[in-house]
């Protein structure tokens, strides 16, 4: 019988509080240097974290190393636990998010990469707290990334087991064979493409602070602002809002491939089909919105910017329809426009979105591209067995065979994702909110999206909840950030049986 080795996942949460604390400690410059009262709160909650942290590594250090699979499953979802709750103390400590729900609800939001936020003002916020919340994005979204391309392989989840099983792509010649190895090729990649975005945001017109935040909210696929507009602040500043819609298109492709394209292999990049499909689905999404955006006329309309030349319309629909598809389909949740007011057509259209999702191996939310592209395949197949009952038909996944196991993963993926939304929705009615709203909470909630439908649209947030339904939202943000089944299998009577 093997014992769960409980030392082992307490030190690693500990290392993970220390790691985060210290995160909390960068933050402390930005209020100093803004001369703010909150300086003190971050500090403190820095601290508390960090002694936390260590105590929990300190008293478990001589722990076995012998780490399972069952381990592995705790530690992951247990060490996002760890980020949100201890990541709170920022909030709580400076008073600036007082009630704890909120805060937990804010954090989670961020180190999920979701985006939804319960502030009603958030230009009034202190810089610090600005910086530590756009931060929360940053780790999340490179902790997922490390998270899905080196880690949940080895637990025999998660959309990039196409590319660890017989399908090609990355794994006919990985990043490197060693999961340290690759773990630091993909911050190092993730942390020059922020700072690469940050320069040319800065030079397209944003201030230091403003550009630092969206360049870690872009790239985490995050989607937390500095503005109360989002990026509609920016509506008269064009190159800013194209800058950061090609950063969110990047941080939504897959980032072995991003890493081949850096070394000069484009012809990997587009004969991946996951890749073909999310190139060729964001143009065509954008040609069609950008049809329905000049055809629907309403004065109010937050993206009919009157030009006196016809192009400048054109220019100023296609921007806005590229800007939020983008960020809709990788997840960000950056807002340039609400989206809602684009004709009951158009919301329906972004809201189909939500259910699609970027690239496995990205800091994207949501289904992912790949598992709806083998969904796709395996339906035309079976119509093809109705035919030819007898014939061997396999699922080939860029050129290559997929096992039958990783389909059924995928089709039981889809359906339990698709099952959680419908219950989920039900249960934020219960809660209080209307029907529309409730779906669109929970789909955004699931999704890793931010803006939804509904009371939660573009130009609402998620404050008016009761306190049960952010509970459950945040919940749902865990789940989905974590590929499902990481976190749901710790409340099956199996995984606790000794084995």
């Given amino acids: 019988m093997k014992q769960l080795n409980i030392k082992i996942i307490i030190s690693f949460l500990g290392l993970i509080s220390m790691l985060n604390g210290l995160f909390m400690l960068i933050a402390v410059p930005f209020s100093i240097y803004y001369d703010e009262e909150s300086k003190w709160g971050i500090l403190y909650a820095g601290i508390t974290t960090i002694v936390l942290g260590f105590s929990l590594w300190f008293t478990n250090r001589n722990a076995k190393k012998n780490l399972g699979k069952k381990e592995g499953y705790i530690i ?10 201890t990541g709170a103390l920022p909030y709580t400590f400076t008073n600036t998010i007082p009630q704890f729900t909120d805060a937990f609800f804010e954090t989670i939001s961020g180190y999920s990469t979701t985006g939804s936020s319960i502030l009603t003002d958030i230009e009034s916020m202190p ?10 994005h940053w780790i999340g979204g490179m902790g997922i990334i490390v998270l899905t391309v080196a880690i949940l392989p080895l637990l025999g989840i998660g959309g990039m087991q196409l590319f660890m099983a017989e399908a090609p792509g990355p794994s006919a010649d990985k990043m490197h064979p060693r999961i340290t190895e690759t773990a630091k090729r993909l911050w190092l990649i993730y ?7 940050f320069f040319l945001l800065k ?42 819609t090609i950063f969110m298109f990047i941080a939504g492709a897959n980032f072995v491939l991003t890493y081949f394209a850096l070394k000069g292999k484009i012809q990997k990049v587009f004969k991946s089909e996951e890749f073909r499909y999310y190139f060729f689905g964001v143009i065509g999404f954008t040609l069609v919105l950008t049809v329905i955006i000049l055809n629907y006329r309403d004065p109010n309309l937050v993206t009919t910017i009157h030009h006196p030349e016809p192009w400048g319309k054109v220019e100023s629909a296609f921007r806005h329809a590229s800007f939020q598809v983008v960020s809709v389909l990788t997840t960000t949740g950056f807002v340039s426009a609400d989206f809602t007011m684009w004709s009951s057509i158009g919301t329906i259209l972004m809201f189909s979105l939500f259910f699609i999702g970027g690239s496995a191996g990205s800091t994207s939310g949501g289904v992912k591209i790949v598992r709806h592209i083998v969904i796709i395949k395996n339906s035309i197949l079976e119509f093809k067995k109705l035919l030819h009952p007898n014939a061997i038909l396999p699922l080939r996944y860029d050129g290559a065979r997929v096992q039958q196991n990783i389909v059924f993963n995928i089709l039981s993926f889809f359906v339990l994702y698709m099952g959680i939304f419908i219950v989920s929705s039900i249960i934020l009615a219960i809660f209080g909110l209307d029907f529309i709203s409730a779906m669109g909470a929970a789909a955004s ?17 998620f404050s008016h909840l009761s306190i049960p ?13 974590l590929e499902l089944f990481t976190v749901l299998i710790l409340f099956t009577p199996f995984f606790w049986k000794k084995c």
């Fill in 469 to 481: 339904a952010k509970w459950t939202c945040s919940f749902l943000m865990l789940i989905g950030r």
């Fill in 76 to 85: 992951v979802t247990l060490g996002w636990l760890m980020l949100s709750f």
């Fill in 203 to 244: 030079f397209a017109g944003m201030t230091w602070f403003d550009a630092i935040n969206h360049a870690m909210a872009t790239m985490s696929t995050g989607g937390f602002s500095t503005k109360n507009a989002s990026v509609a602040y920016y509506n008269n500043f064009p190159i800013i809002q194209y800058i950061i």
């Fill in 191 to 197: 942390f020059s493409l922020t700072f690469t975005e």
């Fill in 445 to 461: 909630s699931l999704g890793n999206i931010g803006p939804a439908v509904g009371t939660v649209s573009p130009v609402d947030n």
């Fill in 127 to 136: 810089k610090g707290i600005l910086f530590w919340r756009s931060a929360t």
